[in-house]
């Protein structure tokens, strides 16, 4: 697995005939050195990184989400919820969301994470199988494809009190997909 994002890669690493888990290397691109390295207790399945939110996002097969500073290479957050290792994260633009699930369908479940708090925004589990799926730039919104729908659906992360104002005075796109957006409540 590896990630980049102009300013560093991310890669995750195992020595050959070594038993222990495997290991995270970041490199600086603009010089090409090795600028941290460090291991997690477990098996890395999935990794991201933002140098905006100046973190990476590291999923463990123990289904724990790391959240790990760039420059100390400090663990800031463990994440827990997620009841199967997650193999996919997106992060927004700025790098204070992130959005991880299992594309597997071991645990169906979408979760939007604040890297900057970690805390978890919002759940989502689709009754069908999820096909594809991305984060919004801002982190504001899930597009998803699920099995068996012939339109996409968005969701839009809200607060509980604005839902109905944030939803209605928005006009998103084409007026044919009116419709097919769906609020997520935000937690808190």
Not at 39 to 62: D, H, M, R, W, Y
Not at 92 to 120: I, N
Not at 146 to 169: F, M, W
Request: charged share 20%; aromatic share 6%; hydrophobic share 35%.
């Amino acid at each position: 697995h590896s990630a980049d994002d102009g300013h560093y890669v991310v890669s995750v690493c195992r020595e050959l005939h070594d038993t222990s888990p495997n290991f995270i290397i970041v490199y600086d691109l603009q010089s090409g050195t090795l600028f941290k390295k460090w291991k997690p207790e477990s098996n890395s399945c999935s990794i991201a990184i933002s140098s905006q939110g100046g973190c990476i996002v590291n999923g463990l097969e123990n289904t724990w989400l790391l959240i790990w500073d760039l420059v100390t290479g400090a663990r800031r957050f463990t994440l827990r919820g997620h009841t199967a290792p997650v193999d996919q994260i997106r992060m927004s633009e700025t790098g204070s969301r992130c959005l991880t699930y299992d594309s597997l369908g071991r645990d169906r479940s979408l979760r939007l994470w604040d890297v900057t708090k970690g805390e978890c925004l919002a759940v989502f589990t689709p009754d069908q199988s999820l096909i594809c799926c991305e984060l919004s730039m801002d982190g504001k919104a899930i597009v998803l494809g699920l099995d068996g729908k012939r339109d996409i659906v968005t969701l839009v992360v809200c607060h509980n009190t604005t839902a109905d104002e944030q939803i209605s005075t928005g006009h998103y796109g084409k007026p044919e997909h009116k419709g097919k957006v769906f609020c997520v409540s935000q937690h808190g």
